[in-house]
Each structure stands twice: as C-alpha cells, then as structure tokens.
C-alpha cells in the first residue's frame, strides 16, 4: 500500500533549526515586558511532608527594597476553586486548587509566591520568609501499611488495569517451566534543559500566558478555570519549547499561581521555576515494585503470566503507572492475571514520563522473558517470537500492522546475534562482553485537531494549528504535510504554531501529534485544493478543517483493528571485570512505526528515546528520604543522566511500512517507542556478559562486583 510522495518521507532538516541555534527562539521565560513592569514570583515550599500551616513570618522579606508581594493561601480568593475536571476540557495532576487552604500533602508543595521587582529579591524574599507548621503523621515508604492503597480500574488512557484472562493456576500447573521474580524501577525525573516557566500578562479582562507546556489547549482551559474566565480570554502562547518529556503534559499549580498573581498585582509576573523547584512542582515517574510469574511448556509456548505492580500516588493526584500494560498486549498467553495498586503517599505527585507504564513495566516483563528463555535453553529472540501475539490478545482484533517478528529478526542480524555467547563466557581483556534483546513497544493514539491552510499567490503556503513542537519536529513536519499535499517544497511552507488562538490541537504527548495533525492538515489541504481550482490566483485563499476523532489504541473502531507499534532493541555491553564499570559501546533499534514522514528527525528522536532507556537503565534515580519525605538529589549535579561520553553507536532501522488506516500519511508514534525496550535490553545483556541478573534499576557497580 505504499504511494510516491514526494516531500514526505525525505530527510528535511529542521525548518526552526536557524533559529534555535541562533537565539532567535523565544522561550517562555525569555518573555520581557517593554515597560519594565515585570515582576519575579519565586515559589515558598512547603518543608514537612504532612500538615498544617500556622502563619507565616514575613517580616524580614518586607524589610528588601525591591519586595512587593507575598502571596498565599491567606490572601482568600485568589484563585477560583477548581473542582478538576470540571467540564472535561482540561486535565491537571493535581485535583487541589493551589492556596486553597493551609494543608500541606508533601515536601515541595507550593505555599506562597514572593515578588519582586528583581529575580533576586525574589529568592532573597522567598528564602527569608519563614513557615510555621502543625505536622501531621506522614506516610512516605511504598510499603507503608498504614496508608491507603488504590486498586483502580483504569489508566488514564483508559485501558482497564485489573485483567484476569483465562485460569492462571491451570496454566502454572500446565507449565513445564516458571520463573518468578520482582523488578524495581527507582523515581525518576524529567529533567529537561528547559525548566518550566510561566509569564503571565493582563490586559483588562483578557489573560495572555506564555507558558513552556506540552499541551497549550489544555493549559488555557485550566488557566480559564482557575481565573474564572471564559476560554476565549485566555491565550496561551508557546511556540518554543525546550524539552518536557511528560512534565509539561498535564496543567500543573505553578502557571495558575502565576496568572493570579499577575492579576493580584496589576503587573506582568514572570515565574521560572528552579531546578531544585522542578524536582517537586511537575512530577516524576515514580518508582515501581512488579512481581511476574511467566511460565511456559518445554517448547516455549507461554500457558501463565502474572504481572502484579505496586506504585505510588500522591494524596491530591491520580496517576497510576500502568506497568502491566506490555502483559497485556505483548505476546498470547491464554491464562494471563494482571493487577495495579497505588499507596496514597505523602511524596510529590507523579505523572507521565516517556513511555509511562510501558517503560517500567517493559524492564519486568522483559527481563522475565530473558530469564524464562535461559531456563528453558531456547533462544530469547526465538523465544519471543514463539509467543509474539498475532492479534491483540485483550479483543482478538488484528494489528494494524504486524512486524513483530521481523524487527527481531532484522535487530539480531544488525547486532550480530550470532556471536553470543553462554553468559559469563565472553571475555576481551579485562572485559566480560555480552549481549542483549527486549521487544520494545508504544501504543498509537489519535486526538482530534483542526487546522488553517492559506495559499499566497507567490505560490508559498502558510499551516496554522495550536499544536506545540518539543523538540521533536513538529514545524518540520507540518511544513512536509502541507508542501505535499500542496505541491510545493517544504522550504515554501510557514509554520505557526504555540498559540491557542488558533485552530485547536492535540496535546504534545503520548507520542501521538503527528498521527493526530495529520487527518486535519489533509482535510484542510484538501478543502484548499477545491478552492484553488476556482480562484483567480491573485488573491490568498484559506481553508480550515480538523478530524473530530479520537483512536485509541485498542478501543473501539469502525475498522476492527488495533493499533501498536512494536520494535525490537539489541544491546551490546562491556562490563569491566573488576570494577564492575558497565560501557555499552552499541544499541540497535529496529522501529515498525508506520510510515516515517522524516527519516532525519525521526532518527533523532528515536535516538534519543534509546538514550532516555540508557540513563533509566545505568544512571537515573531520585532518592527519598525514608524520614522526611524528601527528595535527597534535586539537582543535575547529583541526578545523573547520560552524557556525551557514555554514548556509543546508536543504530537505528525503521519497518517504514504506512498504516492508512491510523490516519492519511500512515504514521504511527515514535520517540516513546525508542525508550520503552531499552532499559531490559541492557540489563540482559549485563546478565549475558556476567552471569549477575540485576532486577533492581539502575544497574550499578556494586551490583557487578
Ligand atoms: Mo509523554 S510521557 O507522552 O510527554
């Protein structure tokens, strides 16, 4: 089913690239105000985990020349009680209306906002004011019993997390092998370059935010809520955005304290938060425990599966990471048991990160599957695809697309599968050589979105969507689809973007932009194209259309079909023998994503997908204070993620086959898909180099010595 095209699928570079590299990028917090009103909000955070505040002491704050306003929940009314979601046009990760009582739910929560007319009399405020606190009884360890634990029936995305399919006893008791084990993933934080950053003017009754958020649709409708205006009052502006990975995603507390406090004091607020600040105000992934039982007859046909997790919420947010999800969809077991629970803790609250479920719950299930295969004595790539589910196993609808298989046979090729070895019996030197394969995955998802297409007479076209571009192509993109269906070249389409004032988008997340602006920009495209055959040509002719649709990946559809990307990662590791120093020196990943409409940014962020599984694997952890709640790291100095240096060969490959049927250019999601496999694949490799399973993220050296 492939066509000719002619600008999409080709390598464009990005049309933003000049740009960003040259400083010509506006980015949230680089928004001045010509008059020199702008003030500087800097956050008060509450210090104790559970609580009450008393009073403030604001006395020494007061005394700076350059201090204007301390903000909290004193000052009332402040901000209009939001009872999320109200109207379903917004989702938040907090359900709490910030400063809408004294009640402190965790260390870092947002009690006051100090401005001032200097970024630094702001800090200098905000450290000076001094908080007063009745403290309550706090739970933080996942295995507190003493805290509520959550059993819920859905994900976010709405798939069902409780699944008891089949018999799970009869099918261990067919068994002729098991393993069962338990796999831990630490918390873990977005971190992008980018912090979040929030400028909010006022002009009258009209609100206008420039905020760094993954989904500016979804902001405004907060931002209304919460400032008790209607949506058309409120423009969210943010056509530059520098990294989310999930923290910009849903509306979180810090962009409303802005808005109110601009209104408050009839000025410009500027509120950037901190790195320490980004650690407790936008979420983390939180840390997993899953027990899987994965059983199978000596031929390798799987006859049980049990994938049971264990995680954490926070006492005002809901998110629950959907670990079992891979034991679901990945592979046909006909007797399959899969549960979720959530301890209500008095820890920040957490949110979607990069393959939020899929990833933490790949690194169990996957290494489950490596563990099963040594037992067993048959091939782990050979093994997967034994089982590799043909059809979706929840609703027996068949795939979109099906390549399975051939990513991993594609995957053992490129790394060289044949050179593997008995575990422990690779040597080089000093070195222990292994390697290792996980099925990676990423479900797709389509939103709905409209778009505005104009035609200049000068033959150049102009896109115009509220989407956002995080760094993964979008404006690149947009430019491909439009040129295409158009006629003309990439470099003769105008992208604006970031601006709620135009036709209505999709969310940044969920790997699912491109799959949703795609029917929107073709219908529009196409509505442009009638117009055209009647216009004089000396005259701008405009079009605007969006697909009201949304797909989700394995709910209901006219077509009867489920949609899923799957792929295979291989990695090769070097473990130094005595000092346990783990260096991996390539990842291959082999992505069946649909069509890829740019092969040069969607490289990229596959790439860095890949990189994302890499610090998940060897480096990234937040540590918490059992005691206090705390986190102990918050910072880039003290949370490592991946360098240059630790980065070796990365090679990607893509199926390149078109999915019609998801939407008119045939993509399915990528990024996501690059991180969700990876962590696993290294970790069986680190066990087929040493001969050491290491069931608990991030793999250290202690682990291999
Ligand atoms: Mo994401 S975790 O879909 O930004």
Known sequence: MTEQTRVIGKPVSRIDGVLKTTGGAHYSGDRKSSD???????????????????????????????????????????????????????????QRTPFIDNQVHFVGQHIGLALAETLEVAEAAAAAILVEYEEDSRHIALDDEDSDLDKPDASGTGEALQVHRGDFDEGLA?????????????????NPIEPSATTAVWDGDRLTVYDATQGNVNDRNYLAAGTGLAKDQVRVLNPFIGGGFGCKGYAWPHSLIAAA???????????????????????????????????????????????????????????????????????????????????????????????????????????AVDELAEKLGIDPVELRKRNASQMDPRNSRPWSTFNHPECLDRGAERIGWSRRKSP??????????????????????RSPAAARVTLFPDETAK??????????????????????????????????????????????????TTASVSGGVAAACDALQEKRAQASGDEAISAEAGSEESLGFGGDNDMGKSFLSFGAIFAEVRVDKDFGIVR???????????????????????????????????????????????????????YYVPVNADIHDIDVEFIDE????????????????????????IANAVYNATGIRVRDLPIRLDDLM
Not at 424 to 445: H, M
Not at 504 to 512: H, I, N, T, V, W
Not at 608 to 627: H, N, S, Y
């Open 261 to 367: 406090a601009a209104r408050a004091t009839g000025r410009p607020v500027r509120l950037v938060l901190s790195r320490s600040d980004m650690y407790t105000s936008c979420g983390h992934r939180p840390q997993t425990r899953q027990s899987i039982t994965l059983a199978a007859k000596s031929d390798g046909t799987f006859t049980a599966l049990k994938h049971e997790t264990l995680s954490h919420r926070s006492p005002i947010g809901d998110h629950m990471e959907p670990c079992g999800m891979p034991s679901m969809v990945l592979y046909d077991c006909p007797n399959l048991v899969v549960t979720h629970s959530n301890r209500v803790l008095n820890r920040p609250s957490p949110t979607p990160m990069r393959g939020p479920g899929e990833a933490s719950g790949a690194f169990a299930l996957e290494s």
């Open 658 to 681: 078109p999915d019609y049927d998801f939407n008119p250019f045939g993509a399915r999601g990528i990024g996501e898909l690059g991180t969700v496999g990876t962590a696993p694949a």
């Open 584 to 638: 991996i020196p390539r990842l291959v990943g082999v992505f069946d994503a649909g069509k890829i409409l740019n092969p040069k940014t969607a490289r990229s962020q596959m790439i860095g997908g890949m990189i994302f599984g890499v610090g998940m694997a060897m480096l990234e952890e937040t540590f918490v204070d059992p005691e206090s709640g705390r986190f102990i790291n918050p910072s880039l100095g003290e």
């Open 36 to 94: 020199g009103a702008l003030l500087h909000g800097v956050l008060v955070k509450s210090t104790v985990a559970a609580g009450y505040i008393a009073g403030f002491d604001t006395a020494e704050a007061k005394q700076m020349p350059g201090f204007v306003r301390f903000l909290s929940y004193e000052d009332g009314d402040l901000i209009y009680r939001i009872d999320a979601p109200n109207d379903d046009s917004f989702v938040v990760n907090e």
């Open 463 to 512: 896109v115009e969507i509220s989407v956002q571009d995080i760094g993964t192509g979008l404006y690149t993109i947009l430019a491909q689809m439009v040129a295409e269906k158009l006629g003309l070249e990439a470099a003769d389409v105008a992208v604006e973007i970031g601006d709620t004032d135009l036709p209505e988008g999709p969310l940044a997340g969920g790997s699912m």
């Open 174 to 190: 067919d068994a002729d092998v098991s393993v069962s084990a338990t796999y831990t993933t630490p918390v873990e934080h977005h």
């Open 424 to 445: 422990g019996q690779w040597r080089e030197g000093n070195e222990l050589v292994g390697l290792g394969v996980a099925t990676t995955y990423y479900p797709a998802y």
